[in-house]
T-cell receptor, first 114, second 116 residues
């Protein structure tokens, strides 16, 4: 079946540190892959996406590359800010999803300290 | 644009009562709405998908008679938790997508339900 596994949090970093949040997936074929971010008190927002192998999604300094060979879509940022503190969800949209179904990982809480 | 709201943001109810949660797309027509449930430190679990004017499609293991979903208009979907019990306490999140938004889902802020 389809599933997403991401690293457990919380991840605690100092400002300007390098961030990596690991995400691996299980799916048939080439699903679309997403990272969503949830700031406190707000709904999930699409951060970036990739729809085919070797695609790199990027937004707000965050990047993730669709790696078919390792079935991974790790999120990275070179220099985090306090304002990046949030919960990050990795997700996939399977080819056979129908109705635009999304499968989410458990979420990783990031806390950035000054 | 593409804002989704939920009401209420939190609700406390007694065991055995029913609770209705609203999900509205404020500035677009949502042909499809999704309802998720999120347990602490766990992922969002899709409960059901509804298309405007038709019956909801429930995921395996979700009781359709307990979680009633109505999508009567292009801007409103409701989730009613019937005869709620403490194990129904959770965070319920809706999302919506419309033809002009392609396949992108826009999420509401969620509703925290606590059943005493």
């Amino acid at each position: 079946g389809n599933s997403v596994t991401q690293m457990e949090g919380p991840v605690t970093l100092s400002e300007e540190a390098f961030l990596t949040i690991n995400c691996t997936y299980t799916a048939t074929g080439y699903p679309s892959l997403f990272w969503y971010v949830q700031y406190p008190g707000e709904g999930l927002q699409l951060l970036l996406k990739a729809t085919k192998a070797d695609d790199k999604g990027s937004n707000k300094g965050f990047e993730a590359t669709y790696r078919k060979e390792t079935t991974s879509f790790h999120l990275e940022k070179g220099s985090v800010q306090v304002s990046d503190s949030a919960v990050y969800f990795c997700a996939l949209r399977p080819l056979d999803g129908g109705y635009n179904k999304l499968i989410f990982g458990a979420g990783t809480r990031l806390a950035v300290h000054p | 644009g593409a804002v989704v709201s939920q009401h209420p943001s939190w609700v406390i109810c007694k065991s055995g009562t029913s609770v209705k949660i609203e999900c509205r797309s404020l500035d677009f027509q949502a042909t499809t709405m999704f309802w998720y449930r999120q347990f602490p430190k766990q992922s969002l679990m899709l409960m059901a998908t509804s298309n405007e004017g038709s019956k909801a499609t429930y995921e395996q293991g979700v009781e359709k008679d307990k979680f009633l979903i109505n999508h009567a208009s292009l801007t409103l979907s409701t989730l009613t938790v019937t005869s709620a019990h403490p194990e129904d306490s959770s965070f319920y999140i809706c999302s919506a997508s419309g033809r002009r938004q392609g396949m992108r889902q826009f999420f509401g802020p969620g509703t925290r339900l606590t059943v005493l």
